[in-house]
């Protein structure tokens, strides 16, 4: 079953808290990716993993680190969140490095940061 | 970073009739172009795509189009159905940073009844 799952859903944090948001793949892609969206902004993407610690930062990285230990696990964190970080978060993946080939996304991660 | 420009953000169509998304890309170096529709609440998912090694594809209902000189390309969706209304997105291969996909802003399309 292809699938990317991300954890949790629905979370609500204040501001300076840190947060953890997971993500994890079925199907043994190399890489993976974190995006961001907001209404009119679409899709941005914050960082992109080619494989287990190999990652690199995407158009909006500033306030976010991200941790990839295993193939099928990439994990978003804000350390200090700020309000301006409340968000829809998006992980997906991909088979192979050139993005040439299909995205497939979780069901996204609303984060509110008061 | 490079951009993915996409046009109209809002689009309202009758059913029954056609409904098209231009977007338009920086890099002549692009050579994968996606669409993704999203439903509220969900994810994105692909629903066509095209490569640069062709001009024109169809499936079910809709049209890519893709002019390599002018750096745009288009999706038509054909016989509009309510089932039809969601945000799409227009995405090209392109460089900012790293190579990656370039999203464009979305299109917000309604299909009245």
């Known amino acids: 079953d292809m699938k990317v799952t991300q954890m949790p859903r629905y979370l609500i944090k204040r501001m300076g808290e840190n947060v953890l948001l997971e993500c994890g793949q079925d199907?043994?892609?190399?890489?993976m990716y974190w995006y961001r969206q907001d209404p009119g902004l679409g899709l941005q993407l914050i960082y992109i993993s080619y494989d287990v610690d190999s990652n690199s930062e995407g158009d909006i990285p500033k306030g976010y680190r991200v941790s990839r230990k295993k193939r099928e696990h990439f994990s978003l964190i804000l350390d200090s969140a700020k309000t301006n970080q409340t968000s829809v978060y998006f992980c997906a993946s991909s088979l192979g490095t050139a993005n040439t080939g299909q995205l497939y996304f979780g069901e996204g991660s609303k984060l509110t940061v008061l | 970073g490079e951009q993915v420009e996409q046009l109209p953000s809002i689009l309202r169509v009758q059913e029954g009739s056609s409904a098209s998304i231009n977007c338009t890309y920086e890099n002549s170096a692009s050579n994968y172009f996606p669409w993704y529709k999203q439903e509220p609440g969900e994810n994105p998912k692909l629903i066509i795509d095209?490569?640069?090694?062709?001009e024109r594809k169809q499936t079910q209902g809709l049209i890519v189009l893709l002019d390599k000189k002018a750096k745009r390309f288009s999706l038509h969706i054909t016989d509009t159905q309510p089932g039809d209304s969601a945000m799409y997105f227009c995405a090209a291969r392109g460089f900012s940073g790293s190579w990656q996909l370039i999203f464009g802003s979305g299109t917000q399309l309604t299909v009245m009844p």
């Open positions: 095209i490569r640069s090694n062709m």
């Open positions: 199907m043994s892609h190399e890489t």
